[in-house]
C-alpha cells in the first residue's frame, strides 16, 4: 500500500479490537448452529461467529424494548464496533478528547463472564463498545 495510515489511539494505547456487531432480527437466520446467549442487561440475544479471522458479534432483540431495533427497523446491520480495554476510565477520558461521548453506565457483560461494558458514542464513528480486560 502505497498510502500512509495514521495512527490514532482514540481508547488509549493498549487498546485491542475485540469484535464488530451486528443487529438482527434473528441469529438463526444467519445459521441454526449459533449457540445464543440471554443478556437481560442489555436486553438481547447473542451469537458470535468468527468469519475469516474477524469476529463478529450476531445481536437479535429479546422484545419490543430492545435497544437494537432501531437499527433493525432501518435495515442498519452495522451495529458497533468493540475494543477491548485495560482499564475503563483512562479509555473514556482518551476517547473524550476525540469528542466520543459516553452514553451508558459501566456494566457486566454475561457474554464476556461478566467483564464490564461502557458505550460510547461519535458522531461519525457511531457507536462503540468498550469491554475491559
Same mark, same amino acid.
Given at each position: 500500500m502505497n498510502v500512509s495510515i495514521q495512527k490514532i489511539d482514540f481508547f488509549g494505547p493498549n487498546a485491542v479490537f475485540e469484535h464488530v456487531g451486528i443487529a438482527l432480527k434473528q441469529i438463526k437466520d444467519v445459521s441454526k448452529n449459533i449457540d445464543k446467549i440471554h443478556d437481560n442487561i442489555? +436486553?438481547? &440475544?447473542?451469537?458470535?461467529? +468468527?468469519? &475469516?479471522g474477524l469476529t463478529i458479534e450476531l445481536v437479535e432483540p429479546i422484545d419490543k424494548n430492545s435497544p437494537i431495533n432501531s437499527f433493525i427497523e432501518k435495515n442498519q446491520t452495522?451495529?458497533?464496533i468493540c475494543f477491548s480495554v485495560p482499564d475503563l476510565d483512562e479509555s473514556i477520558a482518551s476517547a473524550k478528547k476525540y469528542n466520543f461521548v459516553k452514553i451508558s453506565k459501566p456494566v457486566p457483560a454475561i457474554a464476556f463472564d461478566n467483564r464490564k461494558i461502557v458505550w460510547l458514542y461519535h458522531i461519525k464513528f457511531g457507536l462503540v463498545e468498550l469491554l475491559e480486560n
Open positions: 442489555q +436486553n438481547v &440475544n447473542l451469537g458470535f461467529i +468468527n468469519c &475469516n452495522y451495529y458497533h
